[in-house]
């Protein structure tokens, strides 16, 4: 990973067009191409970025990150670069899950019909470039569907879940592949972008996946 801490201004060339004026940045290039431009607020999104594939062209006071598929660019014009340094992450392992997702996991997979009536189980932690997908199974079609689990899920679970796709739909022995995310508890704002990225949402009952009848009747 290199990490660029620059005064530039940022143009976005695309389907629209975007402007973020002259400022003191971070820059972050990943080993997957990449790039992303930060402000020190705003927690983890970044004010613009790039997906890859892109490719990034460096000369003097510009660089221009251009994307593979879709010609997209983004134009950063430096006026200064204060740190630049690059570091070796190496492979990530990935999110260690807690016990009950784990167990989430492991219920869903045995259980994998609860997603729909002839659905069948690919595999638990298909591994990917980027990380694990929690389950891949087919659906009664045969379409290939990646399912991430989460014992709450945020919008974070949903831009993971994005990410996935967006890589394993480039792979054509896969797509096409389909979402879905599942999870106890879904916060409203993760459903409302989740199902406007396509991805379908369900609620897990934790209890009858484990075979459990609950009597919520007092008498």
Not at 201 to 213: N, S
Request: aromatic fraction near 4%.
């Amino acid at each position: 990973m290199r990490l660029v801490i620059a005064r530039c201004s940022v143009d976005y060339e695309g389907k629209l067009t975007a402007h973020l004026p002259m400022a003191p940045r971070l820059i972050l290039i990943k080993a997957d191409s990449s790039v992303s431009i930060h402000a020190d607020d705003r927690a983890f999104k970044p004010l613009n970025w790039m997906n890859p594939p892109c490719k990034l062209r460096e000369e003097e006071g510009t660089w221009t990150v251009t994307h593979g598929k879709t010609g997209e660019k983004l134009v950063l014009t430096m006026e200064e670069i204060i740190h630049d340094s690059s570091h070796e992450l190496g492979v990530d392992p990935g999110l260690i899950k807690d016990g009950v997702e784990a167990h989430l996991q492991e219920l869903l997979a045995e259980h994998i019909t609860t997603l729909g009536a002839g659905w069948t189980l690919v595999r638990r932690e298909y591994m990917t470039a980027i990380g694990p997908v929690d389950i891949l199974c087919r659906d009664h079609t045969g379409a290939n569907v990646a399912v991430e689990l989460k014992r709450r899920a945020n919008i974070d679970a949903v831009e993971q879940l994005t990410r996935y796709l967006e890589l394993m739909n480039r792979d054509p022995l896969l797509a096409p592949v389909s979402g879905i995310l599942a999870a106890q508890a879904i916060v409203p704002q993760a459903r409302t972008l989740a199902e406007d990225r396509g991805i379908r949402c369900v609620t897990l009952d934790y209890d009858a996946l484990r075979g459990i009848e609950r009597n919520d009747t007092l008498f």
